[in-house]
């Protein structure tokens, strides 16, 4: 049975997929076909179903949970730390209100979570690697940073406003679920729990061959020094990718239910994650 497979083509998510991409986790019968695309390509993506297995982001499963169910392995959770925003001078937190961000996607986590900051934020969507870029040509006073550039923005001379990972445990004293897997509801619930155990065999074996997955995944590093790429992989793929436990599944449901609340996901719902 052929299974598509669908993550970012991201450092993080190469280290996380190594032991499967490598051939060092058995698929048991199965063929994994790897499909790389940008988280919110991949978020469109899920609205049609069109993958078996897709990385998500959290903001987006409201609006695809009638596809899919989460898995509870594999996911980006950060643990008093998340996405930035930046900009070219220093400014108070308090400042940003009416502030007009670059923002990688209006579905990612990293949205959701600058609107419950700053309801009154003014965003406009450019790709994520993109985001800096507008505000060093002045079309934007500040960038939603994702991925690498949480590390590299102040090397091109930016000043960090806010950690809105920091800010939610901060409101929450949970971690900040950005990113996770989600796994079809049209398969069957063995094929689902199979699925669901191979993501978290190949974090596994990423995680006990670090230097290795490293190697595999300094492939995808857009030119990050290995240095860098390895604090960013310890970031984002750690004991809460192999499972993200009782605290995790709570975040993400904190998470949801207040952007519920403050208007901005449309319906509440309880999340439901593939019990494996």
């Not at 990972?165 to 509801?185: C, S």
């Not at 230097?211 to 240095?227: D, I, N, V, W």
Request: a negative charge; proline letters at 5%.
């Amino acid at each position: 049975m052929k299974i598509s497979l669908a993550h970012s083509p991201d450092s993080d998510d190469a280290f996380m997929f190594y032991g499967l991409a490598s051939g060092h986790v058995p698929t048991e019968g199965l063929e994994i076909e790897h499909v790389l695309a940008d988280i919110e390509t991949l978020n469109r993506r899920a609205l049609e179903g069109r993958h078996e297995i897709t990385a998500i982001s959290f903001h987006a499963y409201p609006y695809v949970a009638d596809r899919y169910r989460l898995m509870p392995c594999g996911g980006s959770i950060g643990d008093g730390y998340g996405p930035l925003l930046v900009g070219r001078e220093p400014l108070a937190p308090s400042a940003v209100a009416g502030r007009r961000v670059a923002v990688p996607g209006t579905m990612t986590t990293a949205y959701l979570a600058l609107k419950l900051f700053a309801p009154d934020v003014q965003t406009h969507v450019v790709p994520f690697d993109a985001v800096l870029e507008e505000v060093a040509a002045g079309r934007a006073d500040l960038a939603l940073v994702i991925h690498e550039g949480q590390l590299t923005y102040a090397g091109s001379g930016f000043h960090k406003v806010l950690d809105l990972g920091a800010w939610w445990k901060q409101e929450t004293d949970l971690p900040l679920p950005l990113g996770g897997n989600a796994v079809r509801r049209d398969l069957d619930e063995a094929l689902a729990r199979k699925l669901t155990s191979l993501v978290r065999e190949t974090v596994r074996y990423s995680l006990a061959h670090r230097e290795e997955a490293l190697a595999y995944a300094m492939r995808f590093a857009r030119g990050m020094q290995t240095k860098i790429a390895d604090t960013f992989v310890g970031m984002w793929v750690n004991d809460m990718t192999v499972d993200c436990g009782e605290r995790g599944r709570r975040a993400v449901q904190e998470l949801l239910d207040r952007g519920h609340a403050a208007g901005l996901i449309p319906r509440r719902l309880q999340v439901d994650f593939v019990n494996a």
